[in-house]
């Protein structure tokens, strides 16, 4: 079901070995120059103003990241936003909407769910979006997710998030890897959160602090972790998170980096008997339903069918094949430098 994603990751990867491969690699490399360059100049004419930026009434942070794919930012950014809810800030959120022509994308869905007080604007020019958020909805700030590489409008503060397991996007910027832009621009940064610090050893984890200090030495450096909650379902029923420990499971995922919900699987006791991935921000067919039905249904019938919440919002249902449907709720915990953080988003608003 994502074949051509796949195949594209184990080729820029290296992982893909052959002469095939090392000329499809060379063929993306000369790919990326021009775009390298094209980033490089847009950043600097932003930097030196001729690029204009567009400020906002109420103060603007951004929650992005360096690279496509998954860094954990929709935990981030309800993590961002329930730090000024509870500040009594009103606060909206504003994003490109990335696969929503036909309505709200997953991440607009996973966010309304659990942030139910908190507005989500989605559309391709977010500068009207704030102003609508400010003059319609009487916002007092603006959440900006996925707004690293958003220049148009300004903000306030910039948190980039940095996915432990894989921080450079192999080393080179699209299409020859998965960087949007160079490392270098993380100095643009107010704060650097480093994501799944769990999932890695504590050498490379040391040695991704040193490599990040040796870029950004000014910015503050935060170490989170991504913590899961409980098992919910689309009916509203949850159950604890030791329910499932030591069943087995048939488990898909949709996100950015599948690869993490199982890890988290096993970390939970659960044995993935067969694991299936979608492109993230895929929008399930009425086939691909179907497909997931004739899987369950020749599934042993003590097997567990298990998903995130991210893809359990966009299908909307309680079972498949007759077997009840399981999603993962997945909350951000910081487990260094959250006093830092929060002095820093706190004076955002207080000054």
Same mark, same amino acid.
């Given at each position: 079901?994502?074949?051509?994603?796949?195949?594209?990751?184990?080729?820029?990867?290296?992982?893909?070995?052959?002469?095939?491969?090392? !000329?499809? @690699?060379?063929?993306?490399?000369? %790919?990326?120059?021009?775009?390298? #360059? $094209?980033?490089?100049?847009?950043?600097?004419?932003?930097?030196?103003?001729?690029?204009?930026?567009?400020?906002?009434?109420? +103060?603007?942070?951004?929650?992005?990241?360096?690279?496509?794919?998954?860094?954990?930012?929709?935990?981030?950014?309800?993590?961002?936003?329930?730090?000024? @809810?509870?500040?009594?800030?009103?606060?909206?959120?504003?994003?490109?909407?990335?696969?929503?022509?036909?309505? +709200?994308? /997953?991440? $607009?869905?996973?966010?309304?769910?659990?942030? +139910?007080?908190?507005?989500?604007?989605?559309? %391709?020019?977010?500068? $009207?979006?704030?102003?609508? =958020?400010?003059?319609?909805?009487?916002?007092?700030?603006?959440?900006?997710?996925?707004?690293?590489?958003?220049?148009? !409008?300004?903000?306030?503060? /910039?948190?980039?998030? &940095?996915?432990?397991?894989?921080?450079?996007?192999?080393?080179?910027?699209? +299409?020859?890897? !998965?960087?949007?832009?160079?490392?270098?621009?993380?100095? @643009? =940064?107010? *704060? &650097?959160?480093?994501?799944?610090?769990?999932?890695?050893?504590?050498?490379?984890? *040391?040695?991704?602090?040193?490599?990040?200090?040796?870029? %950004?030495?000014?910015?503050?450096? &935060?170490?989170?972790?991504?913590?899961?909650?409980?098992?919910?379902?689309?009916?509203?029923?949850?159950?604890?998170?030791?329910?499932?420990?030591?069943?087995?499971?048939?488990?898909?995922?949709? &996100?950015?980096?599948?690869?993490?919900?199982?890890?988290?699987?096993?970390?939970?006791?659960?044995? *993935?008997? /067969?694991?299936?991935?979608?492109?993230?921000?895929?929008?399930?067919? @009425?086939?691909?339903?179907?497909?997931?039905?004739?899987?369950?249904?020749? *599934?042993?019938?003590?097997?567990?069918?298990?998903?995130?919440?991210?893809?359990?919002?966009?299908?909307?249902? =309680?079972?498949?094949?007759?077997?009840?449907? #399981?999603?993962?709720?997945?909350?951000?915990?910081?487990?260094?430098?959250?006093?830092?953080?929060?002095?820093?988003?706190?004076?955002?608003?207080?000054?």
């Amino acid at each position: 079901m994502n074949d051509a994603h796949a195949d594209y990751l184990e080729l820029v990867s290296g992982r893909k070995r052959g002469v095939s491969a090392s !000329l499809k @690699r060379a063929a993306l490399l000369a %790919a990326s120059w021009p775009y390298g #360059w $094209a980033m490089f100049l847009r950043n600097r004419l932003y930097d030196w103003g001729w690029k204009r930026s567009h400020s906002a009434a109420v +103060p603007v942070v951004s929650v992005g990241n360096l690279t496509v794919g998954g860094t954990g930012k929709t935990p981030c950014v309800e993590y961002v936003a329930s730090f000024y @809810r509870d500040l009594n800030v009103q606060v909206a959120i504003l994003s490109r909407g990335y696969g929503a022509a036909s309505g +709200p994308n /997953d991440e $607009a869905l996973l966010l309304e769910e659990n942030l +139910p007080d908190v507005p989500h604007l989605q559309g %391709a020019d977010r500068v $009207a979006l704030a102003e609508t =958020a400010v003059a319609e909805l009487e916002s007092e700030l603006l959440l900006l997710d996925d707004g690293f590489q958003h220049r148009r !409008l300004t903000r306030a503060f /910039d948190l980039v998030l &940095i996915d432990a397991t894989q921080p450079w996007g192999f080393g080179h910027v699209l +299409p020859r890897g !998965l960087l949007r832009e160079s490392p270098l621009s993380l100095r @643009r =940064a107010q *704060a &650097i959160l480093l994501t799944r610090c769990d999932a890695v050893s504590d050498a490379a984890l *040391a040695e991704l602090r040193r490599q990040v200090a040796g870029i %950004a030495p000014k910015v503050p450096l &935060i170490e989170s972790v991504h913590r899961p909650l409980a098992w919910v379902n689309s009916e509203g029923r949850k159950r604890p998170l030791d329910e499932f420990r030591g069943r087995t499971a048939l488990a898909f995922s949709g &996100i950015g980096n599948p690869d993490s919900f199982r890890h988290t699987l096993r970390q939970l006791g659960v044995a *993935a008997m /067969d694991f299936r991935k979608f492109p993230d921000h895929y929008a399930n067919r @009425r086939a691909d339903v179907e497909e997931l039905e004739r899987w369950a249904d020749a *599934a042993p019938v003590d097997a567990l069918l298990l998903t995130t919440q991210k893809d359990l919002v966009k299908l909307r249902i =309680a079972h498949l094949a007759g077997r009840e449907l #399981w999603a993962l709720r997945i909350g951000l915990a910081i487990r260094k430098g959250e006093p830092e953080l929060h002095e820093l988003l706190n004076h955002v608003v207080n000054g």
